[in-house]
Nanobody
């Protein structure tokens, strides 16, 4: 049973940076793709970024491209989301998710198999 736990969220001013981490346990981490999603109050959960198990494929949402960077360290069972130049529109609960089925990461939340509890990111103007 894979468990995911996010950390690194918090309150930051516009233009600031945060680095989210997601630690996985319970299954060979290096064998599956990982994704980051976010959900703001009253909105649907949306794709942010994903990474293949080898780290060579990293799709991003257009809204974060050039500001956010996803990476992973398989030896530490951890995936990261470096978020720079944060804006109030980035305020949301951020979730990491694991996809056990695909080598190429998907942007569709329903295709992920396991989710973390989420971490709150709040950006003040």
């Amino acid at each position: 049973q894979v468990q995911l736990v996010e950390s690194g969220g918090g309150l930051v001013q516009a233009g600031g940076s945060l680095r989210l981490s997601c630690v996985a346990s319970g299954r060979t981490f290096s064998r599956y793709a990982m994704g980051w999603f976010r959900q703001a109050p009253g909105k649907e959960r949306e794709f942010v970024a994903a990474i293949s198990y080898g780290g060579d494929i990293t799709p991003y949402a257009d809204t974060v491209k050039g500001r956010f960077t996803i990476s992973r360290t398989n030896a530490k069972n951890t995936v990261y989301l470096q978020m720079n130049n944060l804006q109030p529109g980035d305020t949301a609960v951020y979730y990491c998710a694991a996809d056990f089925s695909r080598a190429v990461p998907t942007k569709t939340p329903g295709q992920y198999d396991r989710w973390g509890p989420g971490t709150q990111v709040t950006v003040s103007s």
